[in-house]
Structure formats: structure tokens, C-alpha cells
């Protein structure tokens, strides 16, 4: 089950990874804004995941319960998704990527506040490692892409994303285990989709669909489908399996999955930085999930 739980969080990460750039093509002629495709994020996942509930478990949901699923559509959904995408359309790829490194931190901080977990050495020594790790990845490309209009925006948005998404981990670790993955991401991604709706319809009116390529089109879908949906079935898997601690740590493997796709285009080389970087991700992963074990 462990075993599982690390798969799928690979597998989360490795969709995620290729979100920055993805996105950052599908924004760049202005056609597809970033409020229209996280809108397209939310209400297209939240159409999948319904569809997908007809097929399994049907759950009743009482009113509290929904009440902390839309707290959960908020934290985990909303304002993480949502801010990752304005942000990185305001900033460069790659100083998002280094942003999402803090994301464990903010985790490990939040742990010790409202659960008291304790910050052991070896869990703060393992974070520091995939942080340096995945920083020095991320300097070490040379395809990480132009900086957007408002950098420190942008910057401040990925953040943003990361605090909310680190909140949502620690509050919510032992509400995950009440419902089925299908029910708690039908519920999440419906308020979700519902919060954001009102403020998107305006630009999904005024959009020229005419103007919307075949690459456009393709980049879109893969935000929604692997970007979001698939990526989001397989975080869920590992949240319930694994702690949150261990969840955020693999936040690290997006920088080597965006290096790796800019080696096979031929947009990056690999160099010893790179080895040495990698290394610093896998220890300090070894190093959390041996620490958390203890625990």
C-alpha cells in the first residue's frame, strides 16, 4: 500500500510538472486567459469526476460534511490552481517551478502549528536537500522561458498557491479518509468550479473561439485531463495513503520532470549540476519518508 501511495504521487508530479509550460503555451497569444483556463480546469474535472461517480460508490454526503468539502474545493482547488495559473502567466516558468519548492516547508511548518508534529533533524535536513536539489535543477536549465509582464505578481500568485495548498494537506489529513477518492473530488471541483463561474463568464463571452488553434486546443486539454483530473486521482491516492509531510516532498520531482521534457526537445544538455541536483531530490525524499516512518 506504501508502495502505491509513492507511485501515485510520482504520478501526480509528473503531471504537474509539465503544467508550466503547457500553460504558459496555451496563454501566450492572449487568446486563452488565465482566469478562462482555470475555469476550464474546474468546471471540465468537475464534469469528469461526475461522470466517473456514476460508475462506483454512490455516497450520501450530509450538509457539515459538504460544507468542509467546499472549505476543501477552496484551499485545495480554487486558490492553489487558480493562483498557480494566473501566477504563471505573469512570471517565467521556471521561477514558478522554484516557487513550488517551498511548498513542502510551508507543509512541515504548518504540521508542527496545528498538529504539533515534531520537526525532526532529519525531516528538516531532507526537505533542505530536495529544496537545493530542485532550486538547482531549476538554474541549471536553460529552457525555463521568458519572464512574464508582472514577475513579482506572478511570483507572489505561485505562492499563494502554495500556502494554500500546504494548508489544505495539513487541515484536512484525516477528513481524506471518510469519503471515496470519486466523492471528495466531485464535491471539491463542483464549489470550486461554482466559485469561480461568476467572475469567468465575462471572458468565456468576450473569447474569440475562432482564433483558438489545434495546439491551443490539445495544450487545454491536457491541462484538464492529465493536468487536473488524472493528476488529482493520483494525489488523492497518496494523500490517503502517505502523510502529509511525505505529500509535499515529492512537490521536488516537478523540477526534473520539466528538465527531463526540455532534454528530449532538444531544449536543454545535461550536466554534472543536473546529476548532482537529482541526487539531492531522491536523499532528501529518502530522508523525509525515513524520518516520517520513525515518527
Request: charged letters at 10%.
Amino acid at each position: 500500500m506504501k508502495l502505491k501511495g509513492h507511485l501515485s504521487l510520482l504520478g501526480a508530479n509528473a503531471c504537474w510538472g509539465l503544467m508550466a509550460p503547457v500553460a504558459k503555451l496555451v496563454m501566450a497569444a492572449g487568446v486563452i486567459t488565465p482566469l478562462i483556463l482555470a475555469d476550464f480546469r474546474m468546471l471540465g474535472a468537475a464534469a469528469l469526476f461526475w461522470i466517473l461517480s456514476f460508475f462506483g460508490k454512490q455516497e450520501r454526503v450530509p450538509w457539515p460534511d459538504l460544507l468542509r468539502l467546499a472549505g476543501a474545493g477552496m484551499l485545495g482547488i480554487l486558490f492553489n490552481q487558480g493562483c498557480y495559473i494566473f501566477g504563471v502567466g505573469y512570471t517565467s516558468p521556471g521561477e514558478a517551478s522554484i516557487i513550488t519548492t517551498t511548498m513542502p516547508m510551508w507543509v512541515m511548518l504548518l504540521a508542527r502549528i496545528i498538529w504539533r508534529t515534531p520537526i525532526t533533524p532529519l525531516k528538516a535536513l531532507g526537505i533542505a536537500l530536495g529544496a537545493a536539489g530542485a532550486v538547482m535543477l531549476v538554474y541549471s536549465s536553460t529552457g525555463s522561458g521568458e519572464r512574464g509582464g508582472n514577475p513579482v505578481v506572478g511570483d507572489l500568485l505561485v505562492l499563494t498557491a502554495q500556502l494554500s495548498y500546504a494548508l489544505y494537506l495539513t487541515l484536512y489529513k484525516n477528513f481524506l479518509q471518510k469519503y471515496t477518492l470519486v466523492t471528495m473530488m466531485k464535491w471539491m471541483f463542483t464549489f470550486a468550479a461554482l466559485a469561480i463561474a461568476p467572475f469567468a463568464m465575462s471572458s468565456l463571452a468576450a473569447m474569440e473561439w475562432s482564433l483558438v488553434t489545434p495546439a491551443m486546443a490539445a495544450g487545454a486539454a491536457y491541462v484538464v485531463v492529465f493536468g487536473t483530473f488524472v493528476a488529482y486521482i493520483f494525489m488523492m491516492t497518496g494523500q490517503k495513503l502517505l502523510p502529509p509531510t511525505v505529500v509535499g516532498i515529492y512537490n521536488y520531482f516537478q523540477p526534473i520532470v520539466a528538465s527531463c521534457v526540455g532534454l528530449w526537445l532538444g531544449l536543454d544538455v545535461f550536466t554534472a549540476t543536473k546529476a548532482f541536483a537529482v541526487l539531492f531530490i531522491f536523499a532528501g525524499v529518502y530522508l523525509v519518508t525515513t524520518a516520517t516512518r520513525k515518527n
